[in-house]
């Protein structure tokens, strides 16, 4: 009887395998590099901000109020004693929003953008730019083509999602697709409850919650009646100072779409490097790299992904 001596022909084997899965890995991730100018574009907020002081956009008569039942105050906001209207910002986003302020003119003054409006709270003004900008262009295409319905933003800065929306954008009015609502988390962006007219006969309710993922995730889920989200964002996503991979992952009913992109070299975002669609009902849809050419953030190398979550 001849022994055979397999370590001779199965590790090359093996070796020629793994070399075959990382080499079919890396052209799965596609690098995509940034083609836009490193310069502002239109100002797509001050135009949402015009947009929606047209006759046919519906508040309630108290704006801090929340549509469509007009009687609890928009998160983030409360009602002090005394008052008639939820003028008050709750504490944490007051707190928040002033440390955010102070940072802001400490680092940039009075520096105005000739053109744009204000941004107070404007501490990274490079996420503005051309650069930067082509990730809520990316996500914004999807979601129209998803046909997306409801909605989540999560710490949209200046660029919130519904902005890169067909229906929504300026000189960008799409008959065939109306989403029913866009809810932004950010304790930057004022408050706002509004209902703009889109597509042929539809409306898209606009929220802007000053609140920041932790206080949405305490006074929002399950407490206040809000249509439950087929597709969650989360451009920028940052693991320490708003949700981790858990949060993301398990805050929202199933099914959902997260779409989700990040600094893959920052060093809280290691869980989110592993978020690959492996899990029960889980399938990464989308995947790849994205290089800014830009040398105003370190975090030039970034990750954006869709995974879908289904119920199990």
Not at 211 to 220: E, N
């Amino acid at each position: 009887m001849r022994l055979i001596n397999l370590s001779d022909r199965v590790f090359p084997i093996l070796f020629v395998c793994v070399i075959c899965l990382l080499s079919a890995l890396a052209e799965e991730i596609q690098v995509l590099q940034s083609n836009r100018p490193n310069v502002y574009g239109e100002d797509r907020l001050k135009w949402f901000y015009e947009r929606i002081k047209q006759p046919d956009a519906k508040y309630c008569e108290d704006k801090t109020r929340l549509l469509p039942d007009c009687e609890e105050c928009i998160p983030g906001l409360h009602q002090e004693a005394g008052s008639s209207t939820c003028g008050a910002y709750i504490p944490s986003s007051a707190a928040i929003r002033s440390e955010i302020l102070k940072l802001t003119k400490e680092r940039y003054k009075e520096e105005k953008v000739e053109g744009r409006m204000a941004r107070p709270y404007g501490l990274y003004p490079y996420l503005e730019k051309g650069d930067f900008m082509v990730r809520q262009e990316l996500f914004g295409r999807i979601l129209c083509k998803n046909k997306a319905q409801n909605i989540v933003d999560i710490g949209a800065y200046y660029n919130p999602i519904h902005l890169f929306l067909d229906s929504q954008s300026h000189g960008s009015a799409s008959s065939d697709y109306c989403p029913n609502s866009v809810l932004i988390v950010e304790p930057i962006l004022d408050a706002l409850s509004v209902m703009i007219p889109c597509g042929t006969s539809g409306s898209t309710h606009v929220i802007f919650m000053p609140i920041t993922f932790r206080q949405y995730m305490k006074q929002v889920i399950n407490k206040v009646r809000l249509a439950k989200p087929d597709s969650v964002v989360c451009i920028g996503c940052d693991s320490h100072y708003g949700p981790n991979r858990h949060m993301l992952e398990n805050t929202f009913a199933r099914p959902f779409d997260l779409l989700l992109e990040f600094p893959s070299e920052y060093v809280h975002n290691g869980p989110m490097k592993k978020m690959l669609g492996n899990g029960p009902g889980e399938k990464l849809m989308f995947h790849r790299i994205l290089q800014p050419h830009t040398n105003e953030t370190q975090y030039t190398k970034r990750s954006l992904k869709i995974i879908r979550y289904e119920v199990v």
